[in-house]
């Protein structure tokens, strides 16, 4: 049985932590992010990691890193309050496209 | 081109021709799974794309939710009633196994209704906050739903890398390899058997000779 964790921006960690995903944090810097998500990736009993889009597109590398090392957490970035990720925060792109010789849309 | 260490026997002919044929079956093997493995990728790649705007739609509804909670109530009021509260979701890890790659299974699990920890009262606040909820409920299963298609293509993708990188080894090293040796040892044979040949007929006008000659 794993947990979720959720960094993102204050509203939407707020938000999380009432409906009941109790781990729900916010940062203010990029550094403070990368730390947190390290942290939390480091933890065994995190499955799940949901990051803002708003935060995501700051920790990219560190995001990439994570996914391709690692089986779990697994980390997943969802859009904020007037903010969609961006193609280039997608983890998989660089190895569909290695594997499959094609660039997803 | 001179292959060294290669013994010129017609034992060690036979057992590369061997080595050759298992080669090539290995390769065909690999060659089918890893077709196999681009077809179920492919499928897997169409279903994320799903997946992710059903992420995005379940998100902008709980947004937009929360903006008609917060013009109802009043944003103040709507984020003092934003406080934390105990954790009801689990995430239940398992696999299964597709053509031989475990592939990972996530289930999301409600330990806890939303009722049951988030006590507030129903007179002074709206409906809307108790649709939040469960709009939030919404957007977790499909993040986790997300989750487990997106670390089944890791797994995907991973395993299909390997496999092309076996396929390639096999195609360009390993098999022109042992042909270039078949190639040495068939020519150093026929080689052998000329020189062969050559010294019975040397042998043959020698003896002829000497028996000519009466010697």
Redesign the interface.
């Known amino acids: ?4 964790a959720v960094i993102a921006r204050e509203d939407v960690a ?10 729900s944090f916010s940062v203010n810097t990029e550094e403070e992010a990368r730390e947190l998500l390290y942290k939390l990736a480091k933890d065994p009993k995190y ?2 990691i ?1 990051v803002g889009a708003s935060i995501a597109e700051k920790i990219v590398r560190a995001i990439e890193l994570i ?1 391709a090392e690692q ?2 957490p ?1 980390i ?1 970035t ?2 904020e ?1 007037g903010v ?1 990720p961006s193609k280039r925060i997608d983890p ?1 792109r660089e ?2 496209r ?3 010789g094609i660039e ?2 | 081109m001179a292959e060294l260490g290669v013994r010129v026997t017609r034992m060690e002919l036979f057992k590369l021709k061997k080595r050759l044929e298992v080669a090539d079956r290995a390769r065909q093997l690999l060659e089918e799974k890893r077709k196999i493995l ?1 077809m179920e ?2 499928k897997y ?1 169409d279903k ?2 799903e997946l992710r705007e059903n ?2 739609r379940s ?2 509804d ?2 937009d939710a ?1 903006v008609d909670a917060e013009m109802l109530m009043g944003k103040s009021v709507v ?1 003092g ?13 398992s696999s299964r196994s597709t053509i031989g790659i475990s592939i ?1 299974v ?1 289930k999301l ?2 330990t ?1 209704g ?1 009722m049951a ?2 006590p507030y009262s129903f007179i002074t606040t709206s409906t809307k906050l108790d649709e ?2 469960g709009k ?2 919404d ?2 299963i499909s ?2 739903e ?2 487990e298609a ?2 089944t ?2 797994r ?3 395993e ?2 390997k496999v ?1 990188r076996r396929v390639n080894a096999l195609e360009r090293i390993v098999i022109p390899k042992i042909q270039r040796r078949i190639k040495y040892i068939e020519m150093r044979l026929e080689e052998m058997e000329r020189e062969d040949m050559f010294r019975l007929k040397r042998i043959k006008t020698c003896l002829e000779r000497r028996r000519r000659t009466g010697v």
């Open positions: 049985m794993g947990k979720i707020a938000l999380f932590r009432w409906a009941g995903v109790r781990d499955t799940l949901i996914t089986e779990y697994l997943i969802i859009p309050r969609t998989l190895l569909l290695r594997a499959l997803i849309k | 681009a990728l492919m790649v994320i794309r992420v995005n998100l902008a709980l947004y929360l984020r009633l934003l406080i934390p509260s105990a954790d009801r979701f689990e995430i239940e890890e990972p996530l699990k409600m806890k939303f920890t988030n939040i909820a939030v409920d957007v977790l993040v986790v997300l989750a997106q670390a293509v890791k995907l993708a991973e299909l890398d092309k």
